[in-house]
């Protein structure tokens, strides 16, 4: 994210939660690349879930789901903002692993070559790997949900949103230090929460 963003996100803010339509649309763009990737790796490595979705599909389901929560929601301010946007996005996904993975779901009850969504393996370092599953995936998103306030703020900026972590430090008002604390706490609670061994 370029120098002068958050000022730049902020106005954006003043601008839709003031009626600007334009300005609200911009702020979509904002979260459109991040969301982008992260729909692109969850599809890339599950051919399970490429038989029914295209990234495009995935992608844009989320940002509508962004844009209906934009028209109930004004964030005040440039770290509510990426808060919505990231929540957004876990509930996207989650919805998406339901949809497909749940009692009825298609490919819960439909082979595929070459990979199973819910084959046996090691758990991994969850923030310096990607989940090998689209059912880690779901665990990861939803223990994310339940971290607390600070930790999940951290995460949803660093991951969800891919900011630095002194984009992060200036987002959050807090310092470098702070932000680096926090996200190792969260990473050591997400492996062990999520099955990682010491």
Not at 110 to 122: E, F, L, N, V
Not at 131 to 142: G, S, V, Y
Not at 187 to 193: A, E, G, I, P
Request: one cysteine or more.
């Amino acid at each position: 994210m370029p120098k002068g963003s958050d000022t730049e996100i902020q106005e954006l803010l003043n601008l839709a939660n003031a009626g600007d339509q334009e300005a609200r649309g911009r702020l979509l763009d904002h979260a459109c690349g991040r969301l982008l990737k992260l729909s692109r790796a969850m599809l890339a490595r599950y051919p399970a879930v490429r038989r029914w979705e295209a990234t495009d599909d995935v992608h844009m389901n989320a940002m509508m789901r962004l844009h209906r929560a934009l028209e109930t929601v004004q964030p005040k301010s440039v770290r509510h903002f990426f808060n919505l946007a990231a929540t957004q996005i876990r509930r996207e996904l989650l919805d998406f692993k339901k949809h497909y993975y749940g009692p009825l779901g298609l490919g819960r009850n439909h082979g595929t070559d070459h990979q199973s969504p819910d084959r046996p393996g090691g758990r991994f370092d969850r923030m310096a790997h990607e989940p090998e599953d689209i059912t880690e995936w779901t665990e990861f998103h939803e223990v994310v949900d339940g971290l607390s306030e600070e930790f999940r703020e951290v995460v949803n900026l660093l991951f969800y949103q891919g900011l630095s972590q002194q984009e992060a430090a200036d987002v959050l008002g807090i310092s470098l230090a702070t932000v680096k604390r926090r996200w190792q706490a969260a990473r050591v609670f997400l492996h062990d929460k999520l099955g990682g061994t010491s």
